[in-house]
């Protein structure tokens, strides 16, 4: 008979175990991480009453693959186009969190007598809540269509990208035991500076590589592909430094851009479920009930400091970010748990030999505690919003929700908000690519040229001329490009208060272009070779060229901006509903004060109401809820009026409060329209009006004012005495000073203000 390698019986140990506490945990419903870590428990060393992992160097091994996908997936659904889309509220709210939760746990870890590494740890295992356990448990109650949701999954996307930076930062402090504050920003420096790099790279190169290979990628080489890239990241990460894990988060989030991503999520998941489930289960391999008996205090502090750090820092950084009192003590509630970072953190702590062994149980338990809990800090937080509202005084409540207004309220930003935003992606994206290539030529280039041609000017005046023939165009941007923007034009023509500030940045730019050429040319030339004779070269050829390298640079950037937006060209082809819906048609913003908020729901094909126009539905009067929009195939209808029928398969835009939403809902369980044509969706917009005498509403309906007709809108909301009376019913009366908030089209509406 054969051998059979110990590695295959300890992998058929493991995968049967693990598929049995899953069926049971399913059947429980309860997550699944949990199962494979009770199967870890189960397999491992510290029980002797079942059979035992035998090879544990080779489950390790697999184990490490298995985080490695696990952060390449993530990476996958990242995408750094989501991460711009979550917006300010959901950014401050998880940096408040977020800081909040690392400092205490740092603390907490000290206060229990730990060693500053654990402390550090495990204030980094606190960071990030669970996806997994709060999607399950937002299913199961019903809630993902709330507003608070939205805030929930924005905060759980900053927190990812946080936790990966964590852990290179732990990394760096674990192996060079240093934490001087100089040593911590040059870290974080490079580390950006490496993001930066392979995310242009990385756009420019990759989609017109699938591209080009399109009729020759079927299902098995795309996954070869996704997965050489992956790991090929991956060695590149820990060539320059960093970890394996931000190597395969960072090849995730390129591929996440390209018109692929959803064919390699979709193949990429058994592989990452296989592996994810061997490495949960070497987590649970590691439980010792004796560890954890012994530092069960520690468990319970633990516990008590991520059920009530998480939701204080959590609600008070909603708070902070403008949302209302109620919104920020669910977000709150929703947040207090930790979920599989906690255990990714903690097994790169263990890995580099630089925490205790009782980091992981006390990991496990916490997480364990938490998960259960998580469904019913959910369920509780209108209780706990109702407790609150009876301690805290009257003034702080009316206060809190006067702030969340205001905020919700500020405009739109300034021309020179736009202008130095633009100034400043010119000189980052040029700039990074020049100091990668300076170091490639300095590094690289020079020497083989030096090893190869004894004439030491001659190889110095080659490598000058291929170093800057290759940067040429990026120096021209850097130096000459000019904003893209309106509002540069605008700022331009005002001569007296901002042309001396746009030349002040004009002037800043040239300086420093001109500084990374001369400290280029330094390497390459002596000093005064390099201010006498190189850099007035280099500044004569880039004036005669100049519009060569202009539009050469251009057709750089037109690529680069292609592959860049090739997923949303894609999905405006095939599918141009989603493009509407996920990115351009936001006027929740504006609706945040009134505790409104819009979701999309699909008509059932089987729904009693298909066929019916919306005034005999008579949803608005019978529910309080609006129709934004409706729709259909690639048809968008915004504002439908009263005579709007709703078919099978319809995408229809309900705003209403969470309140409303949850008395609607049941009646929308089942879910030829007039063709008001196609609008550019940029142009639909929330804005208010003042009723007064330039615009003669006062005495007027909601249904005879004229405002639909006059705007192609409607009117979603009225300010009258400090009041808020959200989707007025059609028949109520305008008053003098009544603020009105309509979703219309822009310059229709500011021809009724102006009117």
């Known amino acids: 008979m054969g051998h059979l390698p110990k590695l295959i019986e300890d992998l058929a140990l493991i995968l049967i175990v693990a598929a049995v506490t899953t069926l049971l945990f399913r059947k429980i419903k309860q997550p699944l991480v949990l199962g494979y870590i009770i199967a870890g428990f189960l397999v491992g060393p510290h029980l002797s009453i079942t059979p035992t992992v035998v090879d544990t160097t080779n489950v390790k091994t697999l184990a490490e693959i298995g985080v490695i996908f696990l952060l390449f997936s993530l990476g996958l659904e990242f995408s750094f186009k989501k991460l711009m889309r979550v917006g300010g509220s959901a950014s401050i709210t998880a940096f408040v969190e977020i800081i909040f939760i690392c400092t205490t746990g740092y603390f907490a870890g000290q206060w229990m007598g730990w060693s500053v590494m654990d402390s550090l740890f495990l204030g980094g295992m606190l960071a990030s809540s669970s996806t997994t356990i709060i999607i399950k448990a937002f299913d199961e109650l019903g809630v993902k269509t709330k507003q608070y949701a939205r805030v929930v999954?924005?905060?759980?996307?900053?927190?990812?990208?946080?936790?990966?930076?964590?852990?290179?930062?732990?990394?760096?402090?674990?192996?060079?035991?240093?934490?001087?504050?100089?040593?911590?920003?040059?870290?974080?420096?490079?580390?950006?500076?490496?993001?930066?790099?392979?995310?242009?790279?990385?756009?420019?190169?990759?989609?017109?590589?699938?591209?080009?290979?399109?009729?020759?990628?079927?299902?098995?080489?795309?996954?070869?592909?996704?997965?050489?890239?992956?790991?090929?990241?991956?060695?590149?990460?820990?060539?320059?430094?960093?970890?394996?894990?931000?190597?395969?988060?960072?090849?995730?989030?390129?591929?996440?851009?390209?018109?692929?991503?959803?064919?390699?999520?979709?193949?990429?998941?058994?592989?990452?479920?296989?592996?994810?489930?061997?490495?949960?289960?070497?987590?649970?391999?590691?439980?010792?009930?004796?560890?954890?008996?012994?530092?069960?205090?520690?468990?319970?502090?633990?516990?008590?400091?991520?059920?009530?750090?998480?939701?204080?820092?959590?609600?008070?950084?909603?708070?902070?970010?403008?949302?209302?009192?109620?919104?920020?003590?669910?977000?709150?509630?929703?947040?207090?748990?930790?979920?599989?970072?906690a255990f990714i953190v903690a097994s790169l702590g263990l890995s580099l030999g630089v925490t205790s062994d009782f980091l992981f149980p006390v990991a496990v338990g916490t997480s364990a505690i938490t998960t259960f809990t998580t469904p019913y800090m959910i369920r509780f937080s209108p209780k706990v919003y109702d407790l609150i509202l009876k301690i805290l005084p009257e003034k702080w409540i009316v206060n809190l929700n006067n702030y969340a207004s205001s905020t919700q309220n500020i405009q739109a930003e300034s021309n020179w908000k736009k202008v130095f935003s633009s100034y400043l992606n010119i000189a980052v994206s040029n700039g990074i690519i020049l100091l990668a290539m300076m170091l490639l030529s300095i590094n690289f280039l020079q020497p083989f040229l030096d090893k190869n041609i004894e004439n030491e000017t001659l190889s110095s005046s080659i490598g000058l001329i291929i170093s800057f023939g290759a940067a040429a165009p990026f120096i021209w941007a850097l130096i000459a490009k000019r904003p893209g923007k309106l509002g540069y034009k605008e700022l331009w023509l005002d001569k007296e208060y901002s042309r001396g500030p746009l030349l002040v940045l004009e002037i800043a730019r040239v300086i420093i272009g001109l500084f990374i050429m001369g400290f280029w040319v330094n390497k390459l030339f002596s000093a005064m070779v390099a201010i006498l004779i190189a850099m007035p070269l280099i500044v004569i050829v880039l004036m005669l060229f100049s519009q060569r390298l202009q539009h050469f640079y251009q057709r750089l950037e037109g690529r680069f901006l292609s592959n860049f937006n090739a997923r949303e060209i894609a999905e405006k082809e095939n599918a141009y509903s989603e493009k509407i819906l996920s990115k351009h048609f936001k006027p929740e913003s504006g609706l945040v004060p009134w505790e409104a908020h819009m979701v999309d729901m699909q008509v059932d094909q089987n729904a009693d109401f298909i066929g019916k126009n919306l005034e005999e539905l008579a949803w608005r009067e019978k529910y309080g809820v609006n129709i934004a929009y409706i729709k259909r195939g690639d048809k968008l209808i915004y504002a439908p009026s009263r005579f709007n029928k709703l078919l099978p398969f319809d995408h229809v835009?309900?705003?209403?409060?969470?309140?409303?939403?949850?008395?609607?809902?049941?009646?929308?369980?089942?879910?030829?329209?007039?063709?008001?044509?196609?609008?550019?969706?940029?142009?639909?917009?929330?804005?208010?009006?003042?009723?007064?005498?330039?615009?003669?509403?006062?005495?007027?309906?909601?249904?005879?004012s004229g405002i639909r007709e006059r705007t192609n809108g409607l009117i979603i909301g009225i300010e009258r005495d400090q009041e808020r009376i959200l989707n007025p019913n059609s028949q109520m009366v305008f008053e003098w000073g009544d603020i009105v908030w309509i979703v219309g089209e822009r310059k229709k509406i500011q021809q009724l203000n102006a009117s």
């Open 153 to 341: 999954f924005g905060v759980l996307v900053v927190e990812d990208i946080v936790v990966i930076l964590l852990m290179v930062l732990l990394s760096t402090v674990a192996v060079t035991k240093q934490f001087e504050g100089i040593e911590m920003l040059f870290t974080v420096g490079k580390l950006l500076f490496f993001l930066l790099l392979w995310f242009i790279a990385g756009i420019f190169l990759l989609p017109s590589l699938l591209k080009k290979a399109k009729n020759l990628l079927d299902e098995e080489t795309l996954l070869i592909l996704a997965i050489g890239l992956c790991l090929g990241m991956v060695v590149i990460a820990t060539q320059v430094g960093f970890s394996a894990e931000l190597g395969a988060f960072i090849m995730g989030s390129i591929l996440a851009e390209t018109t692929k991503a959803e064919k390699v999520e979709h193949l990429i998941k058994p592989v990452k479920d296989l592996f994810g489930a061997i490495f949960f289960v070497s987590v649970g391999m590691l439980i010792d009930p004796l560890t954890i008996m012994e530092y069960r205090w520690p468990v319970l502090w633990i516990t008590l400091l991520v059920l009530f750090g998480k939701f204080l820092s959590t609600a008070a950084g909603a708070l902070l970010s403008g949302q209302p009192l109620k919104q920020s003590v669910q977000v709150g509630m929703s947040m207090a748990q930790i979920g599989e970072f």
């Open 653 to 704: 835009g309900i705003i209403a409060s969470d309140e409303q939403m949850q008395q609607f809902k049941p009646v929308f369980d089942a879910t030829e329209a007039i063709d008001t044509g196609e609008y550019d969706v940029e142009d639909i917009v929330v804005q208010k009006i003042v009723v007064d005498e330039h615009n003669r509403l006062k005495g007027h309906t909601v249904r005879n």
